[in-house]
């Protein structure tokens, strides 16, 4: 059964499907004590697959961001590991640490001007 879901999540273009069956997958997996190594690795494996912004499936920003989390809940042993292997990945591939950078910095004044905006409306109103 999970074969299927997961040669099933492969085949689906849609990132808000495979979204939700990620969300999905790391709920009723995160309950279960032990799984076995095969399964592990099927897993993993297709997490990863999702969290590369390349291909074969070109996944959304929102979408690798989701299969990172979510290996790290569902395997948080090798935590460190991803990481450091994502860094060095960043480093071998500038253009995506500079888009990264851009798009951080761009999110950052965009959340400090909506609670800038946020908090002066709230100052008119208690006036």
């Known amino acids: 059964m999970i074969s299927e879901s997961l040669k099933m999540m492969r085949s689906l273009d849609q990132s808000d499907k495979i979204s939700n069956m990620i969300t999905n997958m790391v709920t009723e997996f995160k309950e279960t004590p032990r799984m076995s190594k095969v399964t592990q690795n099927k897993i993993l494996n297709l997490l990863n697959a999702f969290q590369s912004p390349g291909g074969p499936y070109f996944p959304p920003r929102e979408l690798r961001q989701l299969a990172l989390k979510a290996s790290t809940d569902l ?30 910095c761009l999110k950052g004044v965009a959340t400090t001007c909506k609670m800038l905006c946020c908090c002066s409306k709230k100052r008119i109103k208690h006036d």
């Open 75 to 104: 395997f948080p042993e090798g935590q460190n590991a991803r990481m450091l292997t994502h860094i060095i990945f960043r480093i071998a591939h500038p253009w995506y640490t500079t888009q990264s950078i851009v798009h951080h």
